[in-house]
Nanobody
């Protein structure tokens, strides 16, 4: 059973940076698509970025391209999301997610209802 635990959220002013971490346990499989999603109050959960564990290939939502970077440390079994140039509209609960998949599946625009494993979420608040 894959278990995910996020950390690193907090409050920051616009233009600031935060790094989220997600510790992955219960699997060492390389056929794993891991992603970050976010959900603001009253809005649908949206995909932010994904990374395929086997080769590190990444996909980003247009809204975060050039500002956010998803990465992984397979030795530590940890997923990261480096968030720079944060904007008030980035304020959300951020979730780590994982799904066993092939590379091509992971390279599509991520959809939250297609992921089986989820963390509990970590809040990010950006003030203007």
């Amino acid at each position: 059973q894959v278990q995910l635990v996020e950390s690193g959220g907090g409050s920051v002013q616009a233009g600031g940076s935060l790094r989220l971490s997600c510790t992955v346990s219960g699997t060492r499989s390389s056929s794993l698509c891991m992603g970050w999603f976010r959900q603001a109050p009253g809005k649908e959960r949206e995909g932010v970025a994904t990374i395929y564990r086997a080769d590190g290939s990444t996909v980003y939502a247009d809204s975060v391209k050039g500002r956010f970077t998803i990465s992984q440390d397979n030795y530590k079994n940890t997923l990261y999301l480096q968030m720079n140039s944060l904007k008030p509209e980035d304020t959300s609960m951020y979730y780590c997610a994982a799904e066993y998949s092939v590379l091509r599946w992971c390279q599509r625009s991520p959809k939250s209802d297609e992921y089986t494993y989820w963390g509990q979420g970590t809040q990010v608040t950006v003030s203007s």
